[in-house]
């Protein structure tokens, strides 16, 4: 069974910064697959923030283009997401995500709140 686990929430002023973790309990860099961070507010749908495939390529939400940045380490099979120039409307539960092939793994998920 495979086990992410996201660290790095927490309560964050508007215009702050926050870096998100997500570690693995299999090696990353051993298949092809794709690592993204989603995130989702109350009574709404998860949306994709960020994804990184296992050679790099990444792709963004529009809402986070130039202030969040996707990125894997595969030898400590963790990926990251540094948010900067956070905003209210950021607010929401982030989810690590590991798709491999047809198989889809979650986080168990990180609280974000940035306040004005």
């Known amino acids: 069974q495979v086990q992410l686990v996201e660290s790095g929430g927490g309560l964050v002023q508007a215009g702050g910064s926050l870096r998100l973790s997500c570690s693995a309990s299999i090696r990353i860099f051993s298949t092809n697959n794709v690592m993204a961070w989603y995130r989702q507010a109350p009574g709404k749908q998860r949306e994709l923030v960020a994804q990184?495939?296992?050679?790099?390529?990444?792709n963004y939400a529009d809402s986070v283009k130039g202030r969040f940045t996707i990125a894997r380490d595969n030898a400590k099979n963790t990926v990251h997401l540094q948010m900067n120039s956070l905003k209210p409307e950021d607010t929401d539960v982030y989810y690590c995500?590991?798709?491999?092939?047809?198989?889809?793994?979650w986080g168990q998920g990180t609280q974000v709140t940035v306040f004005s």
């Open positions: 995500n590991l798709r491999i092939y047809s198989s889809v793994y």
């Open positions: 990184i495939t296992t050679g790099g390529t990444t």
